[in-house]
């Protein structure tokens, strides 16, 4: 028998569906999509007068003059005629960054605040040790000749643009290792003097002997990176074959087991499997990497996500899982980050956001941490201060679909329908597939407040039969995620029956489901009796009533 909510729903025909296509954003769509976000009606300042990312409710006080012994790491320019060669660049900036970062007289600037750093490849030397307030800088290009990959790296004195170092590396057998170790040693020793022998050896340590296998865990680390469901699922073929090289290979297990967290986190379904399946396979491989190594920071974060999904409202071995990443490695933004979700999950607020603050404070320009307080503000009816954070969000990453959509709803509560819009619409032009169906719901939202009922209805209805929704296993049961999104949206157009079902169809009734019901969008069917039995029946172990 098919459930009321869904028979509902199904009366709304193919025809009713709109899909508006994905723009890939190269060559002149970047001016284009510049344009666009340059066109967001967004504040053009923080709160305390400073121009965004607003990354505290008071400024910030920078240091004068850098740190003698700042560097930051430029990404490095891929000259290959094959982008495919785009992971190799990647990687090595990725890696020389992290292997300076083990000298701890070093002062490394985050990754994420080079890499989100806008019109570096413009601006001079001096400008740049300006802005990224250090003392050196280090920049690459990585060029394909014939079978050979060729490599040049330089370190330049940030005041005056000199060159301190330089060295190319002529590559056969795809060395990259070597390549990072060789470059790493050199920038250390001439900005720090002679290394430490412990410092030496943090540089030198090598994850894996094999070329080739290292080679692959970078392709899979550069799709792991986009955060979409095909992107993540071809990060997983990756690391599987970086370990038939290399069974030993610790760090590709760890990220295998992170890649299925993902999975699990977001509901994707990996080649076609259920999300149980997805679940007992990311365990499987955290328990083999920390059998191999249980002092890998990250692969104690993997088992942490998992371990959240496991045994979703007892949350104590998550955290205990979380706390030993962290003890390993504090300066593990993703880790920091992941935690501040899971306190928010047990009703723990304020920690969640000072951890999620953690996560900003080593990595400033980090979207998804900056969003998640965003997120919470809202939840919390602190909407000028979600649009703080959401603003910062946009300014790191002009492309975040889930800050548009969130910020759309910010802009709703506070009466602002044309920016809320706006915001929807990008929303929607940027969420990938899997997503779309929660910027369809913020849109819905939109038009409910702008009095156009009907039109989100038949969008909400659109929505709710997205496959996207749909958890697997039970017949019409619905990812929490998608639950709580519907039931906001069917709330808002006064259908607090279908809300309430959706609410009641979410599978597994459990914390990341409890942690959204505080959302504004529910409190018309907050007193309602059912409502509260889903309350209780998702509530985590011991949290407060």
Excluded: K
């Excluded at 002009?398 to 709703?412: E, G, K, L, M, Q």
């Amino acid at each position: 028998m098919t459930p009321p909510l869904l028979t509902c729903l199904c009366r709304v025909g193919a025809a009713g569906f709109s899909r508006m296509p994905l723009r890939l954003v190269t060559g002149s769509g970047l001016a284009a999509l510049l344009l666009f976000v340059t066109a967001v009606p967004a504040a053009a300042q923080c709160p305390d007068g400073s121009p965004p990312p607003c990354t505290r409710p008071r400024a910030v006080a920078r240091a004068p003059t850098p740190a003698p012994t700042s560097v930051a790491v430029l990404a490095f320019e891929n000259l290959s005629p094959d982008s495919a060669d785009a992971y190799v660049a990647e990687g090595l900036t990725e890696e020389i960054a992290a292997r300076l970062g083990q000298v701890e007289r070093l002062v490394v600037t985050s990754r994420t605040t080079v890499r989100r750093l806008r019109d570096a490849a413009t601006m001079s030397p001096p400008e740049l040790g300006r802005t990224l307030n250090v003392s050196y800088l280090v920049n690459g290009r990585v060029r394909r000749v014939g079978t050979r990959l060729r490599v040049s790296v330089e370190l330049l004195r940030a005041s005056t643009g000199v060159q301190v170092w330089t060295n190319q590396f002529d590559l056969s057998g795809e060395d990259l290792l070597g390549v990072q170790e060789n470059v790493a040693q050199a920038v250390g020793t001439a900005i720090a003097g002679r290394l430490l022998p412990g410092e030496r050896a943090s540089i030198a340590a090598r994850p894996t002997r094999s070329a080739a296998a290292y080679d692959l865990l970078l392709r899979g680390n550069y799709m792991l990176g986009q955060r979409t469901q095909q992107s993540v699922a071809g990060a997983v073929a990756e690391y599987e074959a970086a370990l038939r090289l290399d069974p030993g290979f610790t760090a590709a297990r760890s990220r295998i087991a992170y890649a299925y967290a993902q999975h699990v986190n977001w509901g994707w379904s990996y080649s076609g499997l259920p999300l149980d399946s997805s679940l007992a396979r990311g365990l499987s491989a955290a328990a083999e990497a920390l059998r191999a190594d249980s002092t890998v920071s990250d692969a104690w974060m993997a088992l942490a996500l998992l371990r959240s999904f496991e045994r979703p409202r007892d949350l104590a071995p998550a955290r205990v899982a979380f706390e030993r990443s962290l003890a390993l490695d504090p300066r593990n933004a993703e880790a920091h980050s992941q935690y501040g979700v899971l306190l928010q999950r047990m009703g723990e607020h304020e920690a969640g956001s000072r951890a999620t603050l953690r996560a900003v404070d080593i990595d400033p320009l980090r979207p998804v941490s900056l969003r998640d307080l965003g997120f919470r503000a809202y939840h919390e009816r602190r909407y000028t201060d979600a649009l703080r954070w959401l603003d910062s969000a946009l300014v790191a990453d002009p492309t975040s679909w889930f800050s548009y959509a969130d910020r759309a709803r910010a802009r709703v509560a506070l009466g602002d329908l044309a920016g809320a819009r706006f915001d929807a619409e990008a929303a929607l032009r940027f969420a990938p597939p899997g997503s779309r169906y929660w910027s369809e719901v913020v849109m819905a939202l939109v038009e409910s407040r702008a009095g156009d009922t009907a039109a989100a209805r038949s969008r909400l209805a659109r929505a709710a039969v997205d496959p996207s929704v749909f958890a697997g296993g039970e017949a019409g049961a619905l990812t929490p995620r998608a639950a709580y999104m519907l039931a906001a949206g069917f709330a808002s157009v006064g259908r607090g029956d279908l809300a309430l079902e959706a609410l009641e169809r979410a599978r597994p009734l459990a914390a990341q489901l409890w942690s959204y019901l505080d959302a504004p969008e529910l409190d018309t069917i907050r007193s309602d009796a059912r409502f509260r039995r889903v309350v209780e029946a998702s509530r985590p172990l011991n949290t407060p009533r």
